[in-house]
Protein backbone atom coordinates (compact mmCIF):
# COMPACT_ATOMS: atom_id res chain seq x y z
CA UNK A 1 0.00 0.00 0.00
CA UNK A 2 1.29 3.06 -0.55
CA UNK A 3 1.93 6.49 0.84
CA UNK A 4 -0.81 8.19 -1.89
CA UNK A 5 -3.75 8.22 -3.76
CA UNK A 6 -3.94 8.16 -7.65
CA UNK A 7 -6.50 11.27 -8.73
CA UNK A 8 -7.94 9.70 -12.04
CA UNK A 9 -10.68 12.18 -12.09
CA UNK A 10 -8.21 15.14 -11.78
CA UNK A 11 -5.79 13.26 -14.43
CA UNK A 12 -9.51 12.81 -16.65
CA UNK A 13 -9.99 16.32 -16.41
CA UNK A 14 -6.77 18.07 -16.82
CA UNK A 15 -6.10 15.80 -20.44
CA UNK A 16 -9.38 16.98 -21.30
CA UNK A 17 -8.62 20.46 -21.08
CA UNK A 18 -5.74 19.98 -23.02
CA UNK A 19 -7.57 19.26 -25.55
CA UNK A 20 -9.64 22.60 -25.44
CA UNK A 21 -5.92 24.26 -25.41
CA UNK A 22 -4.76 22.10 -28.47
CA UNK A 23 -8.18 22.99 -30.64
CA UNK A 24 -7.69 26.96 -29.15
CA UNK A 25 -4.09 26.70 -29.74
CA UNK A 26 -4.77 25.82 -33.52
CA UNK A 27 -7.63 28.15 -33.97
CA UNK A 28 -5.21 31.05 -33.08
CA UNK A 29 -2.15 29.83 -35.18
CA UNK A 30 -4.00 28.81 -38.31
CA UNK A 31 -8.10 29.91 -37.62
CA UNK A 32 -10.92 28.22 -37.56
CA UNK A 33 -11.04 25.63 -40.15
CA UNK A 34 -14.46 25.07 -42.36
CA UNK A 35 -17.52 25.45 -40.21
CA UNK A 36 -16.08 25.13 -36.77
CA UNK A 37 -17.13 27.18 -34.22
CA UNK A 38 -16.23 27.18 -29.96
CA UNK A 39 -19.02 27.74 -27.58
CA UNK A 40 -17.04 28.07 -24.24
CA UNK A 41 -18.01 28.40 -20.85
CA UNK A 42 -16.20 29.54 -17.92
CA UNK A 43 -16.45 30.22 -14.27
CA UNK A 44 -15.85 34.37 -14.06
CA UNK A 45 -15.04 34.09 -10.36
CA UNK A 46 -12.09 32.38 -10.93
CA UNK A 47 -9.44 34.36 -8.83
CA UNK A 48 -7.00 34.23 -12.13
CA UNK A 49 -9.91 35.46 -14.77
CA UNK A 50 -9.22 38.95 -16.41
CA UNK A 51 -12.22 40.52 -17.65
CA UNK A 52 -13.33 44.19 -16.90
CA UNK A 53 -15.29 45.48 -13.93
CA UNK A 54 -18.36 45.92 -16.16
CA UNK A 55 -18.10 42.38 -17.66
CA UNK A 56 -18.03 40.98 -14.29
CA UNK A 57 -20.71 42.72 -12.78
CA UNK A 58 -22.69 41.54 -15.84
CA UNK A 59 -21.30 38.28 -15.52
CA UNK A 60 -20.80 37.35 -11.46
CA UNK A 61 -20.46 33.50 -11.66
CA UNK A 62 -20.28 32.35 -15.46
CA UNK A 63 -20.46 33.37 -19.10
CA UNK A 64 -20.37 31.28 -22.45
CA UNK A 65 -18.84 32.79 -25.50
CA UNK A 66 -18.62 32.32 -28.90
CA UNK A 67 -15.97 32.12 -31.02
CA UNK A 68 -16.88 32.17 -34.50
CA UNK A 69 -16.92 35.26 -36.82
CA UNK A 70 -16.15 38.43 -34.45
CA UNK A 71 -13.15 37.74 -32.48
CA UNK A 72 -9.48 38.95 -32.57
CA UNK A 73 -5.71 38.32 -30.92
CA UNK A 74 -6.54 34.46 -29.67
CA UNK A 75 -3.37 33.69 -28.49
CA UNK A 76 -2.93 30.26 -26.16
CA UNK A 77 -0.51 29.13 -23.26
CA UNK A 78 -0.18 26.81 -21.21
CA UNK A 79 -2.07 28.98 -18.15
CA UNK A 80 -4.81 30.25 -20.24
CA UNK A 81 -6.18 31.90 -23.44
CA UNK A 82 -6.46 35.39 -24.00
CA UNK A 83 -9.30 36.73 -26.76
CA UNK A 84 -10.56 40.14 -27.63
CA UNK A 85 -14.84 40.05 -28.57
CA UNK A 86 -17.18 42.43 -28.50
CA UNK A 87 -20.20 43.10 -26.11
CA UNK A 88 -22.91 45.51 -26.64
CA UNK A 89 -20.61 46.67 -28.78
CA UNK A 90 -17.92 47.42 -27.46
CA UNK A 91 -14.30 45.68 -27.30
CA UNK A 92 -13.38 43.21 -24.27
CA UNK A 93 -10.73 41.87 -23.55
CA UNK A 94 -10.54 38.19 -21.67
CA UNK A 95 -8.10 35.81 -20.22
CA UNK A 96 -9.58 32.77 -19.34
CA UNK A 97 -7.45 30.44 -17.19
CA UNK A 98 -8.05 26.81 -17.79
CA UNK A 99 -8.95 26.00 -15.10
CA UNK A 100 -12.10 28.57 -14.71
CA UNK A 101 -13.47 26.31 -18.08
CA UNK A 102 -16.90 24.84 -17.37
CA UNK A 103 -17.54 23.44 -21.09
CA UNK A 104 -15.55 23.41 -24.42
CA UNK A 105 -18.36 22.39 -27.80
CA UNK A 106 -17.51 22.53 -31.18
CA UNK A 107 -21.31 22.07 -32.43
CA UNK A 108 -20.09 21.50 -36.50
CA UNK A 109 -18.01 18.46 -34.73
CA UNK A 110 -20.76 17.34 -32.38
CA UNK A 111 -18.35 17.64 -29.99
CA UNK A 112 -18.41 18.75 -26.41
CA UNK A 113 -16.33 18.10 -23.70
CA UNK A 114 -17.43 19.12 -19.59
CA UNK A 115 -14.95 19.88 -17.07
CA UNK A 116 -15.49 19.19 -13.35
CA UNK A 117 -14.25 22.97 -11.33
CA UNK A 118 -11.14 22.42 -9.73
CA UNK A 119 -10.97 24.05 -6.02
CA UNK A 120 -10.28 27.80 -6.31
CA UNK A 121 -11.33 30.80 -4.22
CA UNK A 122 -13.83 32.82 -5.99
CA UNK A 123 -13.11 36.70 -5.81
CA UNK A 124 -14.73 39.59 -4.44
CA UNK A 125 -17.18 40.37 -7.27
CA UNK A 126 -18.59 43.60 -5.39
CA UNK A 127 -17.78 46.29 -7.92
CA UNK A 128 -18.64 49.78 -8.10
CA UNK A 129 -21.41 48.87 -11.22
CA UNK A 130 -24.48 47.49 -10.12
CA UNK A 131 -26.03 44.15 -11.76
CA UNK A 132 -28.50 46.54 -13.45
CA UNK A 133 -25.26 48.06 -15.03
CA UNK A 134 -26.02 45.17 -17.77
CA UNK A 135 -24.96 45.87 -21.20
CA UNK A 136 -28.13 45.86 -23.51
CA UNK A 137 -28.48 42.20 -25.34
CA UNK A 138 -25.99 40.36 -22.67
CA UNK A 139 -28.31 38.51 -20.96
CA UNK A 140 -28.85 35.95 -23.87
CA UNK A 141 -28.75 32.50 -22.00
CA UNK A 142 -27.35 29.53 -24.74
CA UNK A 143 -28.54 26.18 -24.26
CA UNK A 144 -25.78 23.58 -24.74
CA UNK A 145 -28.25 20.66 -24.89
CA UNK A 146 -28.58 20.40 -28.70
CA UNK A 147 -25.41 19.94 -28.92
CA UNK A 148 -24.42 17.33 -26.68
CA UNK A 149 -24.07 13.82 -27.70
CA UNK A 150 -27.46 11.94 -27.43
CA UNK A 151 -25.79 8.41 -27.63
CA UNK A 152 -24.13 8.51 -24.42
Do not use: C
Amino acid sequence: MTDYEIDYPRLVDDALRSVARSVLARAAAEGLPGEHHFYISFHTDHPDLQMSPSLRASYPEEMTIILQNQYWDLSVDQEGFEVMLRFAGEPHHLRVPWLALKSFVDPEAEFGLRFDAHETEPVDTAEDESPDARPEGSGDVISLEEFRNRDD
